[in-house]
Each structure stands twice: as C-alpha cells, then as structure tokens.
C-alpha cells in the first residue's frame, strides 16, 4: 500500500471515512450553456443544485467531484476562496483537482484556494486511472480524539501503473493530533530478594562502640573536731 499524506497520529482503516454520496442525479445542462464539457467549475457563491458551469459552478468540491462522476468529466477546477467541507471527501477515478482560478475571468493566476477539511479532509483510494492536485491549499481540522488522526491527504490502494500527483502550488497542512491514550499500568516480572542484613553493632549508652570509663569516686570530707 501506497500512502500520500500529512498526519499527525496512527494510522485508522480507510474504509472508516469514506462517505457515501446521495443516489440522485445532480444537475445537468445541455448544448452551449455547458461550455467546456470537461470541466466543473466551483466557486464560493456557487450552488451544488447548478450544473457547474462558469456561468453556474457549484459551490463545494465534494458536489464538484459528484458531478464530474456523474457526467464523466475529468477536471475540478477551483475559483479562488475557502471553501469548508464537513467531512472526508472522497476523490474520484481520473479526476485533476486545480486551483487558484480567478473568479470573474475563470483565468489562472488568481488568489488562493483553500480547502477547510474535517480532520481527514481528501482521500484518495482504490483508483485505477489516478488522479492530480495542483494550486490548492488543503487544511484538516485538528484531531477530536485520540483514535483520530488529523490528515490532509490520504492515497492508498492504488492500481498498479495508477499515481496520485500532488503538482505545484499545493500545500497539504494537517491539524493538531489528538492526545495519546493512557498507558498501561506498569508490571512487574517479580524481584528478587536482596541479600540478608548483616547484625547490628552492640548498644552503648553514650552511642560509642566501647563502653565508657566509669568515673573516679567521691571524697568524704573531714568531720569537725
């Protein structure tokens, strides 16, 4: 297994994160109003009930991805702005991810894009045909709890000959990990006991090894005549 990513903390399953999408279709559009037919258009003012267009780009990437699913289109591209998605989202086969778009021209060279992700923002899994980021600054929400981690990117399970390019201009920036969890308490093998003390010195009044000299004694005194 193949893993792309910014993680602070252990590793959890894949399949943990990955959220289904709804069953609907999602807009769609017909002759000149789609313009180019390869590409979703996103951008903060978007809607994700329009059809993606320049004139009518949607306004999340995981709506983006949707649709270029659905109408089998190979590239999201991104007007510049934040753009905040509340849960994992799940790449799709063959998609390019491109950023940094100005809105009002849909030309290359304007501000940044930044994706504001849950704590595993992107991933990227069991693709066959691959998949590219380019000029998108992806940001995951810091870790919740212990058995979270906090990624921007995941990639894994790739077919063989299949990659996953991270192209210029990309920044992926975890959040803060989680605590650790507690430890186990501590054990023991067992010990073994020390030797056997050896006696104690003999007791003394006057805390010396050899007893004191007694002293010398008393003198009566003469009576009187």
């Known amino acids: 297994m193949r893993n792309v990513c910014a993680a602070t903390a252990a590793i959890v399953a894949v399949g943990l994160v990955l959220a289904c999408s709804s069953s609907s279709p999602p807009p769609s559009c017909e002759g000149a109003a789609c313009g180019d037919d390869r590409t979703v258009y996103v951008a ?36 510049e702005g934040k753009y905040t998605e509340g849960a994992p989202v799940v790449w799709v086969d063959g998609v390019t991810l491109e950023g940094g778009f100005a809105r009002a021209t849909w030309e290359p060279g304007g501000g940044p894009s930044e994706v504001a992700g849950a704590p595993i923002a992107l991933v990227a899994t069991r693709l066959s045909q691959g998949g590219s980021l380019s000029n998108v600054v992806v940001r995951a929400q810091g ?35 989680g605590d650790g969890a507690p430890g186990a308490p501590g054990r023991s093998a067992g010990s073994l006991d020390g030797p056997p003390g050896r006696d104690g010195k003999a007791g003394s009044v006057d805390g010396e090894i050899e007893p004191g000299e007694g002293g010398e004694g008393g003198r009566t005194a003469a009576c009187p005549a």
Request: net charge positive; charged share 20%; proline share 8%.
């Open 44 to 79: 903060p003012d978007g809607l994700d009930t329009q059809p993606g267009t320049r004139e009518a780009p949607v306004a999340t990437v995981r709506g983006a991805l949707r649709l270029a699913a659905y109408a089998r289109r190979a590239r999201v591209v991104l007007a």
């Open 143 to 177: 870790s919740p709890s212990p058995e979270v981690p906090s990624v921007a990117l995941w990639v894994s399970d790739l077919a063989e000959g299949a990659s996953f390019r991270v192209g210029g201009g990309a920044k992926l920036l975890a959040g803060a990990g």
